[in-house]
């Protein structure tokens, strides 16, 4: 069974840095597809960035653009959110999905829908 499991999360100030990470187990073979979302208190869940196994393609929020970077190291099956420059309004759970089909189409963002297996959830928390 698949499972995933974020952690790095934690609390910055305004203007730092974080690395969260997603420990994908469970499976022989990488995810085709992989990304982060994310959710504030009351607010829905949204997408913040996501990419496709042999960096394909590569999705990012707009508010995300130019501060984050995802990545991931299919030897070690570990998908990495690379935050820079955090705000206060970055501060969210942050989930990590994947998916074994290529259910994301091209020409639109990509949806929770799209995405078979979930993480737990790790807390980002920037202050001023």
């Known amino acids: 069974q698949v499972q995933l499991v974020e952690s790095g999360g934690g609390s910055v100030q305004a203007g730092g840095s974080l690395r969260v990470s997603c420990a994908v187990s469970g499976a022989t073979v990488s995810p085709y597809c992989m990304g982060w979302f994310r959710q504030a208190p009351g607010k829905e869940r949204v997408v913040v960035a996501a990419?496709?196994?042999?960096?394909?393609?590569?999705y990012y929020a707009d508010s995300v653009k130019g501060r984050f970077t995802i990545s991931r190291d299919n030897a070690k099956n570990t998908l990495y959110l690379q935050m820079n420059t955090l705000n206060l309004e970055d501060t969210a759970m942050y989930y990590c999905a994947a998916a074994y089909d290529n259910s994301w189409p091209f020409w639109r963002a990509p949806l929770e829908g799209d995405f078979l297996y979930w993480g737990q959830g790790t807390q980002v928390t920037v202050s001023s």
């Open positions: 990419t496709l196994s042999g960096g394909g393609r590569t």
